[in-house]
């Protein structure tokens, strides 16, 4: 009989046969000879290993067959083409999960931002005059409606914001901080280091624990700084003997020597903290009215815009950034603008924006709504035969605010035969991947960020996983 080796089709062959037509018509010609060669050169390698464990005749009827070679080209295709970037069930109970994309935008802002990306806008047009207009003109009486600020600058985030406002106020020159204040708001994004790229020399003032207004005046008059920067500490606390100055303070001190003062303030609040029944924390529309010359804050934290740094304070000092090169390299797209303008609008009304965007939504909703979504939940997983129990739980806030602040949520417990390891794996592994957490060995799935509309294919995702980490189940009925 024929060494099966020698009856493996050619690519040629292979290429040229009736049934690759259609994989050629829907991935392209090169792409799906590629993939027919690397699925030959897999055959091969297989033929021959069973060849040198005498089990040859394995082959023996499907090594002639088209399908053979055709079945895996296709399925590299079609692995090859799922998108990177794709939507995810957040199971993990962290609402403004930075690594899951932040938040989660309301309606409204998601129409505004698809009809701006699918027509033509009069992104840098004036309507009135028919002449060229300013993207920066955008979002900007929303922005000082609402926080009170004489002008308002959108760019593509807030940490470019920052490198923005630190470059115009102190470029060539030095910009006290704290030594409370050297932080790493997050993914190596230190502000010693930021100061310095942003061409301003840092003059730390202080100590770690106790900063006094004093300590602000000497930089000032004696260390030659020409601007002032407090960073809101977002991500961790220093909690005991300490002391800092406040905006009020400061800007007293910074407007007694002319320079301006810049606050970074990270998280984007925009309502009362109590409305979410969490501890307060600063606000834009406070520190403006504290005398800040500009505010930065995020468009995509507790705001629950899109992402953007946007920033407000002083017409002089807006100005002077929008006049800054560097404000092109930092340029936000008409599509954010949109997102960001139609979130800003809900802002408006309070009732509006508590049931609209859903960061404030979901962090607003109370413990028991959330345990009552779990059990439901539940209740649709035993109807598929996965048992689960419902077990009270703690959320976060999370994207770097609120440090220490817990939620108390509730979730899905799931009994992971072979263990929560390979159950979580199985989560993430389908379509859409299903992200929670695993405590005490067993996997959990907070109900808090899980989206309305989302439950069916949480359900189903959960049924599939369950079947594939569970062995032993299968078979059941
Ligand atoms: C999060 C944060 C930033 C960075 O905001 P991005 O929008 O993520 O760039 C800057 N400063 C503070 C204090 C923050 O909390």
């Not at 413990?367 to 077990?391: C, D, K, N, Q």
Request: charged share 25%; glycine share 10%.
């Amino acid at each position: 009989m024929n060494d099966p080796r020698s009856r493996i089709p050619s690519v040629d062959a292979l290429v040229t046969s009736r049934d690759a037509a259609p994989l050629i018509e829907e991935f392209g010609r090169d792409r799906s000879v590629d993939a027919i060669r690397a699925a030959v050169d897999t055959i091969r390698a297989r033929v021959s290993a069973a060849a040198a464990g005498g089990r040859l005749e394995e082959w023996d009827d499907r090594v002639e067959d088209v399908a053979t070679y055709l079945g895996p080209a296709r399925e590299a295709l079609e692995v090859a083409d799922v998108p990177s970037l794709r939507r995810v069930v957040n199971a993990t109970g962290v609402v403004l999960h930075t690594n899951l994309g932040r938040a989660p935008l309301a309606e409204v802002a998601v129409e505004a931002m698809r009809a701006a990306a699918r027509q033509y806008t009069n992104l840098e047009f004036d309507l009135e005059s028919g002449t060229r207009g300013s993207r920066y003109a955008h979002c900007v009486s929303l922005l000082t409606e609402l926080t009170g600020a004489e002008d308002a600058l959108v760019v593509n985030n807030a940490a470019g914001a920052l490198v923005l406002a630190v470059n115009t106020t102190a470029r060539g020159a030095g910009i006290a901080v704290s030594r409370g204040e050297l932080v790493e708001i997050g993914g190596g994004f230190r502000i010693p280091e930021v100061l310095e790229r942003a061409g301003a020399t840092l003059v730390e003032v202080g100590s770690t624990n106790r900063t006094r207004l004093g300590d602000y005046r000497t930089a000032l008059m004696e260390q030659g700084a020409v601007a002032v920067l407090k960073v809101h500490r977002s991500n961790f606390r220093i909690t005991g003997f300490t002391e800092e100055a406040s905006i009020a303070e400061l800007s007293e001190v910074a407007q007694g020597a002319g320079v301006p003062l810049v606050h970074d303030l990270g998280s984007g609040l925009m309502i009362d903290a109590e409305a979410l029944g969490l501890p307060a924390e600063p606000r834009a529309m406070e520190s403006v009215a504290a005398g800040a010359d500009v505010v930065v804050v995020s468009g995509d934290k507790l705001l629950g815009g899109p992402q953007a740094g946007i920033i407000v304070g002083s017409a002089v000092w807006i100005a002077k950034m929008r006049k800054n090169p560097l404000c092109r390299a930092l340029r936000v797209d008409k599509v954010t603008l949109a997102g960001l303008e139609a979130t800003l609008r809900l802002y408006r009304r309070t009732e509006q924006a508590l049931a609209r965007i859903p960061t404030l939504r979901m962090l607003a909703e109370p413990a028991a709504s959330v345990r009552a979504r779990a059990e439901s939940l539940a209740e649709r997983l035993g109807v598929e035969g996965v048992s689960s129990t419902i077990v009270p739980t703690k959320g976060a806030i999370g994207g770097g605010t609120y440090p220490g602040v817990e939620l108390d949520s509730w979730a899905l417990e799931l009994d992971g035969g072979s263990g929560a390891e390979s159950l979580a794996t199985a989560l993430r592994g389908g379509d859409p991947p299903v992200i929670g957490r695993i405590v005490d060995d067993r996997v959990r799935l907070d109900a808090r960020t899980v989206l309305p509309g989302q439950e069916g294919d949480l359900v189903r995702r959960v049924a599939e996983s369950a079947a594939r980490s569970l062995p032993q189940a299968e078979g059941l009925p």
